[in-house]
């Protein structure tokens, strides 16, 4: 650890809100479509559990098994969100109550937990794990070598993805047609877009980032797999949608301040430095996602950036 302890929060906070980032930029485009996915901290358990197993039994380069096992964590959570895309959007079911279901199925009472066990992967010691890159061998540079140039791929992979979105939002047909379909699907289907096709879509792909958000937990920030082990990133993932104002540039700048939150404690704690008790540090977080959550939803914000108009609305086109 850099014997800076700005420099060491800042480098924690990035690890820490490196799986929000993922998370919550899979549910900022599944809200922007008008869906609204309480599931995501069970699809993040879903892809943490399935990238873990895939990593243990395969014994090939360490290279090629650490991209299976990305992939099965996507696919992991792609299947666990197209069992909500079919229950909210085909069926129509309560969005809230069909998240939850997801969540509590998934979760850390559920499947996720019933395959760790099966697999019997508990508590092992993970086999590969992504490691820090030495970018363009900057990494010694000071205050900004470790925090920009000696990064794991999961990260440098998040700010891609970041900026993929940002120009897909606001840079692209299809993005310009996914806000239409959040904000009027009635309006979107008389001009020819399809609303079911990119509401179904952008679900799946939200569970997507979300299964490789969980990833991140048993493939880079600690490579073991024990039950609920993402402790509730899925819920500050889906508050940082709103707190960020469905945009993901300040998604990630959220996602990093909740990473100093939740890095501030054991940061602290492995320097000798008692400042206030460890639970206050555990219980931060959560405590910044209620007051960023009202701020959020005070009158000026939402006057400002509001929630897409038809989010958690379902569509038929013969409502339209």
Not at 82 to 111: C, D, E, K, P
Not at 183 to 207: C, F, K, L, Q, S
Not at 270 to 279: A, H, M, Q, W
Not at 300 to 310: C, D, I, K
């Amino acid at each position: 650890m850099n014997s800076n302890i700005i420099i060491a929060v800042v480098v924690s906070a990035i690890a820490f809100g490196t799986p929000l980032v993922l998370a919550g930029l899979g549910e900022l485009l599944t809200e922007r479509s008008g869906v609204l996915n309480l599931g995501v901290e069970g699809m993040m358990l879903m892809g943490a559990v399935c990238a873990f197993f895939v990593s243990q039994k395969l014994h090939w380069s360490s290279a090629l098994v650490l991209l299976m096992a990305v992939l099965a964590s996507m696919v992991a959570g792609a299947a666990m969100a197209l069992i909500h895309a079919f229950l909210t959007i085909t069926i129509r079911v309560n969005q809230i109550v069909s998240g939850l279901a997801i969540t509590i199925f998934a979760g850390i009472i559920g499947l996720s937990t019933y395959l760790g066990e099966v697999w019997n992967i508990g508590g092992v010691a993970g086999l590969h794990q992504f490691n820090s890159v030495n970018l363009l061998g900057l990494k010694n540079l000071p205050i900004v070598g470790p925090i920009i140039f000696n990064e794991d791929a999961f990260v440098y992979g998040s700010w891609v993805l970041v900026a993929i979105v940002m120009f897909y939002l606001y840079r692209t047909r299809p993005g310009l047609y996914l806000r239409a379909v959040g904000e009027n699907p009635a309006a979107a289907d008389a001009m020819g877009i399809n609303v079911t096709a990119y509401r179904y879509t952008h679900t799946i792909i939200g569970g997507m980032l979300a299964g490789l958000g969980g990833a991140y937990f048993t493939l880079a920030l600690a490579p073991i797999w024990t039950d609920g082990l993402t402790s509730g990133d899925g819920w500050i993932a889906i508050a940082l949608v709103i707190f960020a104002f469905w945009r993901p540039d300040l998604l990630v700048l959220g996602a990093y301040l909740f990473g100093i939150f939740s890095a501030l404690g054991p940061t602290l704690q492995t320097r000798n430095i008692t400042v206030l008790p460890s639970e206050f540090y555990s219980a931060l977080p959560f405590l910044m996602t209620v007051i960023a959550l009202a701020a959020a939803s005070t009158s000026w914000a939402n006057r400002r950036v509001g929630t897409p108009a038809s989010l958690g609305i379902p569509y038929t086109r013969e409502e339209g």
